[in-house]
C-alpha cells in the first residue's frame, strides 16, 4: 500500500479528503490556548495525538482500521519533558483525551507498559511538534485545575475535527451582554407597566440585584420570598455585573427539569432563541442550535440543571468534561440552593470556591428559604471552617421584604395526628380549586383515586415523575387553561412551577419543601391569603424526609411555628439539620479529589441515587420512537430524542410481562432484546452515546391517568 508521505491524521472516505496531522495539532493547540489560560494548553493540543506518527497508526488508517492506541506517545513525552506534578497533569489529560481521567498509579503503570511503541511513534514526529518551549504555571494543580485543561483540550480537538468534516466553523452564538442587558431592560419595563402592590414590590428586588452587581466579584446570596420575581431579578444583577467586571456569560443552574422549560422560555422571550442554551435530560434534540451548543456551553445564556452542572465538575468523562472551559470568568446562579445535597456540601462549597478565586466566576446562591451560610472543607484538619471571604447579601433587610411579601397563612391543625387520604379527600372534593402534594408516587395516585370516588368522575389532575417529561408537559397546560381544578403531584410542582391555588395541601416534611410548596398558593399575591394547610400523611415520608419532618414535629411542639413562616424560622430548622446530617461521603469525595483520584470520584458524587431502571414509555410521539428502538437499536439521536418519554422506576415498582428489556454493552457492543419485538438477538449495534451504556427497558402499557398503570391495580 502507497502510503502519503505526510502523516495524516483522519481521512474523510465519502469525499476523498484527508487533513495532515501536523495541521490537526497545531490547529488544536491554537485552540486550546483560546479556551485556557493555562499555559500548558497549548502543548496538550500539540501532542495529544503523537501516537498517529507510528507508521503502523498511519497503515491503519489507510486500511480503514480504527482502535490503535495513540494518545499514550504523547503522555509519554509530556510526562518527560515537563517536569513536576504538572508533567503527570499533561500526560493524565492526553493519555485520557478518549478514554477518560484514570488515577495516577494507573497512569504510571500504562506508560511504563507502552513505552517502546511510544518512543516509536516519537521518533517519527517533526521537532517542532516536540519543541517543549512552554512553563507551566507557578502553583500546584488542584483536580479542578486539571479537568478545566482536560476541557479546552477536548473542545479544541473536537471542534477541529468538525471544522475538517463540515468544511466549515462552527456559527458563533455570541452576543454581546450589553446587547442582552438592554433587552431584558425593554422586557421588564413593558412587565413594570402596569402597577400593583405586588409589581411594585419586584421592582425594589431588581433595582436592589442591580445595585448589589457593581460590588466585587465573588459569592452573593439572593434570598427572595417565592413570588418576588427573582428569575428575572436576578438575571438583572447578572447581566449587570457581568458588564461591569468582563464576565463571560451566564449559567443558571436548577435543580428540577419540570421547570427548567419554563425558566429558559422566560429568557427566550427576553433574549431570543440564539442567545440561550437549555441542556438537560429531556431538551428537544430537533433545535440545531441545541444539538451545536450543548456539547461545550457557548451560549452566552445557559440554563441547566443542578445536577449536570456539579457533576460535571466532578467527572471523569471526555464528554461531560468538554463545557468546563466556558465556565471561567462566568456569572454562576444556583436557583433553590436549599435542594443542593447537605452530605454533599464539603465538595460542592470547595468547587463554588475553586470557580471563584481561581477561574473568577461569581457565585449567586438564590433561594425563598435560603440554608445556612457555606463553609469550606480543612484538608488538614478534615473539618469545615468558615467561609474565608465575605459573602455578599444582595436583599439587604429580608425581614422586611418577607414581611411585606406575606401571600399565605400557614395551618398546621391537620399535623396533631395521623390524617388519612380518605379524609383529605372529603376536604379537597368539597373546594373549586386545589393543589395536593404528596411524599410519594403511590401516595398521589391513592388520593387521586379517593378523589374520584368522592367525585364520581375523575376531574382531578394528577402529576407525576411516573409521567414522562412530554405528558407532565400535556397536564401543566390543562391545568394553565383550567385554574379551578383540583391537582395531586409529588414534589415535583414545589419549587418554580408557574401555576397558583388559592389552597395547597402538603404532606408534612422539611420546612424547606413547604416553604417552597407554598410558593405555589396566591402567587400574585391577591387581597386575599392563600391557605396552606400542612397534614401528616398516614404513609411516612421516605428516606430522610423522616428525619426533615421529625425537627419540624419538634419546632411545633415548641411553637415555634404559626401561621407565618420566615426567615427566622428557615434558619432554626437549618441548623437543627445540619447536627443531624453526615458528611462523610463529602469528606471522602474530597480526600479522592486532593489525590487525583478521577474515577472514584466521578464515582462517589451523585446528586441523585441511581437506583432505577431507565423505562421508555409509547406517549404521544413516543410510541414512533419507541417502535425505531425496536427495530434499529440505539443511537445517539434517538436516545435524545426518547428523553422526553423516559421515566425512572424501581424494581418493585413494575412487573417484569409488562416491560421489555434491552440490554447494550455500549460503543461496538452487541444488542440483545428480552421478550417479544425486541432489539433482535445478537445484532450488532454501534453508539457512541453514553445513554446507551445502561440497561434500558421499553414499557408496553401506558395509562394517560397516572403515568404507568400498576398491574397490580388489577389491570392486567
Given at each position: 500500500?502507497?502510503?502519503?508521505?505526510c502523516?495524516?491524521?483522519?481521512?474523510?472516505?465519502?469525499s476523498?479528503?484527508?487533513q495532515?496531522?501536523?495541521?490537526?495539532?497545531l490547529?488544536?493547540a491554537?485552540?486550546?490556548?483560546?479556551?485556557?489560560?493555562?499555559?500548558?494548553?497549548?502543548?496538550?493540543?500539540?501532542?495529544?495525538?503523537?501516537?498517529?506518527?507510528?507508521?503502523?497508526?498511519?497503515?491503519?488508517?489507510?486500511?480503514?482500521?480504527?482502535?490503535?492506541?495513540?494518545s499514550?506517545?504523547g503522555a509519554?513525552?509530556?510526562a518527560?519533558?515537563?517536569?513536576g506534578?504538572?508533567?503527570?497533569v499533561?500526560?493524565?489529560?492526553?493519555?485520557g483525551?478518549h478514554?477518560?481521567?484514570s488515577?495516577?498509579?494507573?497512569?504510571?503503570?500504562?506508560l511504563?507498559?507502552?513505552?517502546?511503541?511510544a518512543?516509536?511513534?516519537?521518533?517519527?514526529t517533526?521537532?517542532a511538534?516536540?519543541?517543549s518551549?512552554?512553563?507551566s504555571?507557578?502553583?500546584?494543580?488542584?483536580d479542578?485545575?486539571v479537568?478545566m485543561?482536560?476541557?479546552?483540550l477536548?473542545?479544541a480537538?473536537?471542534?477541529?475535527?468538525?471544522?475538517?468534516e463540515?468544511?466549515?466553523?462552527r456559527?458563533?452564538?455570541?452576543?454581546?451582554?450589553?446587547q442582552?442587558?438592554?433587552r431584558?431592560?425593554?422586557?421588564?419595563?413593558k412587565?413594570?407597566a402596569?402597577l400593583?402592590?405586588?409589581?411594585s414590590?419586584?421592582?425594589?428586588?431588581r433595582?436592589?440585584?442591580?445595585t448589589?452587581?457593581?460590588?466585587?466579584p465573588?459569592?452573593?446570596?439572593?434570598?427572595v420570598?417565592t413570588?418576588?420575581?427573582?428569575?428575572?431579578?436576578?438575571?438583572?444583577?447578572?447581566?449587570r455585573?457581568?458588564?461591569?467586571?468582563?464576565?463571560?456569560?451566564?449559567?443558571?443552574a436548577?435543580?428540577?427539569?419540570?421547570?427548567?422549560?419554563?425558566?429558559?422560555q422566560?429568557?427566550?422571550?427576553?433574549?431570543?432563541?440564539?442567545a440561550?442554551?437549555?441542556?438537560?435530560?429531556?431538551?428537544?434534540p430537533?433545535?440545531?442550535?441545541w444539538?451545536?451548543?450543548?456539547?461545550?456551553?457557548?451560549?452566552?445564556?445557559?440554563?441547566t440543571?443542578t445536577?449536570?452542572?456539579?457533576?460535571?465538575?466532578?467527572?471523569?468523562?471526555p464528554?461531560?468534561?468538554?463545557?468546563?472551559?466556558?465556565?471561567?470568568?462566568?456569572?454562576?446562579?444556583v436557583?433553590?440552593a436549599?435542594?443542593?445535597?447537605?452530605?454533599l456540601?464539603?465538595?460542592?462549597?470547595?468547587?463554588?470556591?475553586?470557580l471563584?478565586?481561581d477561574?473568577?466566576?461569581?457565585?449567586?446562591?438564590?433561594?425563598?428559604?435560603?440554608?445556612?451560610?457555606?463553609?469550606?472543607?480543612n484538608?488538614?484538619t478534615?473539618?469545615?471552617?468558615k467561609?474565608?471571604?465575605?459573602?455578599?447579601?444582595i436583599?439587604?433587610?429580608?425581614y422586611?421584604l418577607?414581611?411585606?411579601?406575606v401571600?399565605v397563612k400557614?395551618?398546621?391543625?391537620?399535623?396533631?395526628?395521623?390524617?388519612?387520604?380518605?379524609?383529605?379527600a372529603?376536604?379537597?372534593?368539597m373546594l373549586?380549586?386545589?393543589?395536593?402534594?404528596?411524599?410519594?408516587?403511590?401516595?398521589?395516585q391513592?388520593l387521586?383515586r379517593?378523589?374520584?370516588?368522592?367525585l364520581g368522575?375523575?376531574?382531578?389532575l394528577?402529576?407525576s415523575?411516573?409521567?414522562?417529561a412530554a405528558?407532565?408537559s400535556e397536564?401543566?397546560?390543562?391545568?394553565k387553561?383550567?385554574?379551578q381544578?383540583?391537582?395531586?403531584?409529588?414534589?415535583?410542582?414545589?419549587?418554580?412551577v408557574?401555576?397558583?391555588?388559592?389552597?395547597?395541601y402538603?404532606?408534612?416534611s422539611g420546612?424547606?419543601?413547604?416553604v417552597q410548596?407554598?410558593g405555589?398558593c396566591?402567587?400574585e399575591?391577591?387581597?386575599?391569603?392563600?391557605?396552606?394547610?400542612?397534614?401528616d400523611?398516614?404513609?411516612?415520608?421516605?428516606?430522610?424526609?423522616?428525619?426533615?419532618a421529625?425537627?419540624?414535629?419538634e419546632?411545633?411542639?415548641?411553637?415555634?411555628?404559626?401561621?407565618?413562616?420566615?426567615?427566622?424560622?428557615?434558619?432554626?430548622?437549618?441548623?437543627?439539620?445540619?447536627?443531624?446530617v453526615?458528611?462523610?461521603?463529602?469528606?471522602?469525595?474530597m480526600?479522592?479529589r486532593?489525590?487525583?483520584?478521577?474515577?472514584?470520584?466521578?464515582?462517589?458524587?451523585?446528586?441523585?441515587a441511581?437506583?432505577?431502571?431507565?423505562?421508555y414509555?409509547?406517549?404521544?410521539?413516543?410510541?414512533?420512537?419507541v417502535?425505531?428502538?425496536?427495530?434499529?437499536?440505539?443511537?445517539?439521536?434517538?436516545?435524545?430524542?426518547?428523553?422526553?418519554?423516559?421515566i425512572?422506576?424501581?424494581?418493585?415498582?413494575?412487573?417484569?410481562?409488562?416491560v421489555?428489556?434491552?440490554?447494550?454493552?455500549?460503543?461496538?457492543g452487541?444488542a440483545?432484546?428480552g421478550?417479544?419485538?425486541?432489539v433482535?438477538?445478537?445484532?450488532?449495534?454501534?453508539?457512541d452515546?453514553?445513554?446507551?451504556?445502561?440497561?434500558?427497558a421499553?414499557?408496553?402499557?401506558?395509562?394517560?391517568?397516572f403515568?404507568?398503570?400498576?398491574?397490580?391495580?388489577?389491570?392486567?
Amino acid at each position: 500500500m502507497l502510503l502519503s508521505s505526510c502523516p495524516l491524521a483522519r481521512i474523510i472516505v465519502s469525499s476523498s479528503r484527508s487533513q495532515l496531522l501536523d495541521d490537526h495539532l497545531l490547529s488544536t493547540a491554537r485552540r486550546a490556548s483560546a479556551f485556557s489560560r493555562n499555559p500548558l494548553a497549548e502543548l496538550a493540543g500539540r501532542w495529544h495525538d503523537l501516537g498517529k506518527y507510528h507508521p503502523d497508526w498511519q497503515l491503519d488508517l489507510h486500511a480503514n482500521k480504527h482502535g490503535r492506541d495513540h494518545s499514550t506517545a504523547g503522555a509519554v513525552h509530556a510526562a518527560k519533558h515537563v517536569s513536576g506534578a504538572w508533567g503527570k497533569v499533561l500526560a493524565l489529560i492526553i493519555a485520557g483525551h478518549h478514554s477518560g481521567l484514570s488515577d495516577m498509579p494507573k497512569l504510571a503503570q500504562r506508560l511504563h507498559e507502552k513505552a517502546l511503541a511510544a518512543s516509536e511513534a516519537i521518533h517519527e514526529t517533526p521537532a517542532a511538534i516536540l519543541a517543549s518551549n512552554v512553563p507551566s504555571p507557578s502553583r500546584q494543580p488542584n483536580d479542578l485545575d486539571v479537568r478545566m485543561l482536560y476541557s479546552a483540550l477536548i473542545d479544541a480537538d473536537r471542534l477541529d475535527a468538525e471544522a475538517f468534516e463540515m468544511q466549515r466553523e462552527r456559527p458563533s452564538r455570541h452576543v454581546p451582554i450589553a446587547q442582552l442587558q438592554r433587552r431584558l431592560d425593554a422586557y421588564i419595563a413593558k412587565k413594570e407597566a402596569t402597577l400593583s402592590p405586588l409589581s411594585s414590590i419586584r421592582r425594589e428586588i431588581r433595582i436592589a440585584c442591580e445595585t448589589a452587581a457593581a460590588s466585587v466579584p465573588g459569592l452573593f446570596r439572593l434570598t427572595v420570598p417565592t413570588g418576588g420575581g427573582k428569575t428575572l431579578a436576578s438575571m438583572a444583577f447578572a447581566l449587570r455585573h457581568a458588564e461591569a467586571h468582563g464576565k463571560s456569560r451566564i449559567i443558571v443552574a436548577i435543580p428540577f427539569t419540570s421547570i427548567i422549560e419554563q425558566t429558559a422560555q422566560v429568557y427566550r422571550d427576553v433574549f431570543g432563541g440564539r442567545a440561550v442554551l437549555e441542556h438537560h435530560s429531556t431538551t428537544d434534540p430537533d433545535n440545531g442550535h441545541w444539538r451545536q451548543g450543548v456539547d461545550n456551553w457557548e451560549a452566552p445564556v445557559i440554563v441547566t440543571t443542578t445536577v449536570q452542572f456539579f457533576e460535571s465538575l466532578h467527572t471523569d468523562r471526555p464528554g461531560r468534561a468538554r463545557k468546563l472551559h466556558s465556565l471561567e470568568s462566568a456569572v454562576i446562579i444556583v436557583d433553590e440552593a436549599q435542594t443542593l445535597p447537605m452530605d454533599l456540601a464539603p465538595t460542592i462549597h470547595d468547587m463554588i470556591h475553586k470557580l471563584i478565586t481561581d477561574y473568577g466566576c461569581t457565585v449567586v446562591l438564590s433561594t425563598a428559604s435560603q440554608p445556612l451560610p457555606p463553609q469550606l472543607y480543612n484538608p488538614t484538619t478534615k473539618r469545615l471552617d468558615k467561609w474565608p471571604s465575605d459573602v455578599t447579601e444582595i436583599m439587604p433587610d429580608v425581614y422586611s421584604l418577607e414581611q411585606r411579601l406575606v401571600r399565605v397563612k400557614y395551618d398546621w391543625t391537620r399535623c396533631a395526628e395521623k390524617f388519612s387520604y380518605a379524609s383529605l379527600a372529603s376536604e379537597v372534593a368539597m373546594l373549586p380549586a386545589a393543589l395536593t402534594i404528596t411524599h410519594r408516587r403511590p401516595d398521589a395516585q391513592q388520593l387521586c383515586r379517593e378523589l374520584d370516588r368522592a367525585l364520581g368522575d375523575e376531574t382531578t389532575l394528577h402529576l407525576s415523575t411516573l409521567m414522562c417529561a412530554a405528558h407532565r408537559s400535556e397536564v401543566l397546560a390543562a391545568v394553565k387553561r383550567q385554574p379551578q381544578c383540583r391537582v395531586v403531584s409529588t414534589q415535583l410542582v414545589e419549587a418554580g412551577v408557574d401555576f397558583s391555588f388559592p389552597v395547597v395541601y402538603k404532606a408534612l416534611s422539611g420546612l424547606d419543601s413547604i416553604v417552597q410548596a407554598a410558593g405555589r398558593c396566591n402567587r400574585e399575591g391577591g387581597a386575599v391569603l392563600g391557605d396552606v394547610r400542612v397534614f401528616d400523611a398516614e404513609t411516612s415520608p421516605p428516606g430522610d424526609l423522616r428525619e426533615r419532618a421529625a425537627i419540624v414535629r419538634e419546632m411545633l411542639i415548641e411553637g415555634r411555628l404559626g401561621g407565618l413562616v420566615g426567615n427566622k424560622e428557615i434558619a432554626t430548622y437549618f441548623r437543627r439539620l445540619e447536627k443531624k446530617v453526615s458528611l462523610r461521603n463529602g469528606f471522602e469525595i474530597m480526600e479522592a479529589r486532593r489525590r487525583l483520584d478521577f474515577p472514584v470520584v466521578a464515582a462517589m458524587f451523585r446528586m441523585i441515587a441511581q437506583t432505577g431502571t431507565s423505562i421508555y414509555v409509547p406517549w404521544g410521539k413516543g410510541a414512533e420512537l419507541v417502535a425505531r428502538l425496536r427495530k434499529e437499536g440505539p443511537s445517539c439521536d434517538l436516545l435524545r430524542r426518547l428523553q422526553r418519554y423516559v421515566i425512572v422506576l424501581h424494581e418493585e415498582d413494575y412487573i417484569s410481562d409488562d416491560v421489555e428489556t434491552l440490554h447494550w454493552c455500549g460503543a461496538g457492543g452487541r444488542a440483545s432484546g428480552g421478550g417479544s419485538g425486541g432489539v433482535g438477538s445478537g445484532s450488532e449495534k454501534k453508539c457512541d452515546c453514553p445513554l446507551a451504556l445502561s440497561t434500558q427497558a421499553v414499557l408496553e402499557r401506558y395509562s394517560y391517568r397516572f403515568g404507568w398503570q400498576l398491574r397490580r391495580d388489577g389491570e392486567g
